[in-house]
């Protein structure tokens, strides 16, 4: 079993979880810090119970409202890059032309 540190609130916490699910801790542990971030910019200094009651309360809604689909979806988490579209456009067009080679020299093989 791994281990994960994640900081909510000024706060280190040590999480278990499965092997290779660290990542996804620390992406989901970093959106709770930000509604934590975001409720104590909002209201002012919290007491640490009251900043992740109301972090909480601002995670549920939003997903209230994505269920509902009356919101769209969150910009990815900070140090996630949105793949540019012309960069996945030129790498599908290069596995096509892969593919195609790929298929011209199994044809030459079989008829050697």
């Given at each position: ?78 140090g996630r890059v949105e793949p540019d579209p012309a960069i996945a456009n030129a ?21 050697a």
């Amino acid at each position: 079993m791994a281990s994960v540190e994640i900081q909510i609130a000024s706060r280190k916490y040590h999480i278990a979880c499965r092997d290779g699910q660290e990542e996804h801790f620390r992406m989901v542990g970093a959106l709770v810090d930000q509604k934590a971030q975001e409720a104590a910019a909002a209201l002012g200094t919290l007491p640490e119970a009251r900043q992740l009651l109301f972090a909480a309360l601002l995670l549920a809604d939003e997903i209230k409202e994505l269920r509902a689909g009356k919101m769209p979806p969150a910009p990815p988490p900070p140090g996630r890059v949105e793949p540019d579209p012309a960069i996945a456009n030129a790498l599908e067009q290069l596995a096509e032309r892969m593919e195609s080679l790929a298929a011209r020299l199994e044809e030459e093989r079989a008829s050697a």
